[in-house]
């Protein structure tokens, strides 16, 4: 019922990734913290060309009561928004990105993000790619071990909450400087 993914290339080493279904355990006073601290104040963008996965995404971020959230419909828009924010000083703290969109994708608005980022000297704001085309080549293209990392993390749609919670506090534990 798990998973195994293997990324290698040549002359670079591998990188495998193991998922284990397991039964889940109450969680602990820590853990509740970790979580509430990661979350307070978050700033997050939903980008989807279809509205009703933006209000299925919306109502996970509400049940994390995450309350400040942008939409965007396609790449363009959502590259003109995260730098908007920016400049504004007001910059995001996640992503959600779908990948199959009008106009410019989510790999490729992605990537622009991730260009500005470097050109501004600023962290990666994490991005959770989202797609109902799963196709290992493509998440391979998003979650690269060996080049640039567009997303964090690639979840499948139909997205469960849990599924979109729990990558949403691995990708935001993951980037911060000093991850608890």
């Given at each position: 019922g798990?998973?195994?993914?293997?990324?290698?290339?040549?002359?670079?080493?591998?990188?495998?990734?193991v998922?284990?279904?397991c039964?889940?355990v109450?969680?602990?006073?820590?853990?509740?913290?970790?979580?509430?601290?990661?979350?307070?104040?978050?700033?997050v963008?939903?980008?989807?060309?279809?509205?009703l996965?933006?209000?299925?995404?919306?109502?996970?971020?509400?049940?994390?009561?995450?309350?400040?959230?942008?939409?965007a419909?396609?790449?363009?828009?959502a590259?003109?928004?995260?730098?908007?924010?920016?400049?504004?000083?007001?910059?995001?703290?996640?992503?959600t990105?779908?990948?199959?969109?009008?106009?410019?994708?989510?790999?490729?608005?992605?990537?622009?993000?991730?260009?500005?980022?470097?050109?501004?000297?600023l962290?990666?704001?994490?991005?959770?790619?989202?797609?109902?085309?799963?196709?290992?080549?493509?998440?391979n293209e998003?979650?690269?071990?060996?080049?640039?990392?567009?997303?964090?993390?690639f979840?499948?749609k139909?997205?469960?909450f849990e599924?979109?919670?729990?990558?949403?506090?691995?990708?935001?534990?993951?980037s911060?400087?000093?991850?608890?």
């Amino acid at each position: 019922g798990g998973e195994i993914r293997a990324y290698s290339e040549e002359g670079q080493g591998s990188c495998f990734m193991v998922c284990i279904p397991c039964e889940q355990v109450a969680p602990t006073s820590r853990i509740l913290s970790e979580e509430s601290i990661l979350l307070v104040n978050m700033k997050v963008m939903i980008v989807d060309d279809d509205t009703l996965n933006v209000d299925i995404l919306r109502q996970f971020m509400h049940r994390i009561n995450v309350t400040s959230i942008t939409t965007a419909r396609n790449g363009i828009e959502a590259y003109n928004s995260y730098c908007r924010a920016v400049e504004n000083g007001d910059p995001l703290t996640l992503i959600t990105m779908d990948l199959d969109m009008p106009f410019m994708n989510g790999k490729e608005a992605s990537k622009k993000i991730r260009m500005f980022e470097r050109k501004k000297g600023l962290a990666h704001c994490p991005i959770i790619m989202i797609s109902g085309h799963c196709i290992e080549t493509e998440i391979n293209e998003c979650i690269n071990p060996y080049g640039e990392v567009l997303a964090q993390t690639f979840l499948k749609k139909p997205v469960t909450f849990e599924d979109f919670r729990r990558e949403a506090l691995i990708a935001l534990k993951n980037s911060r400087k000093n991850p608890f």
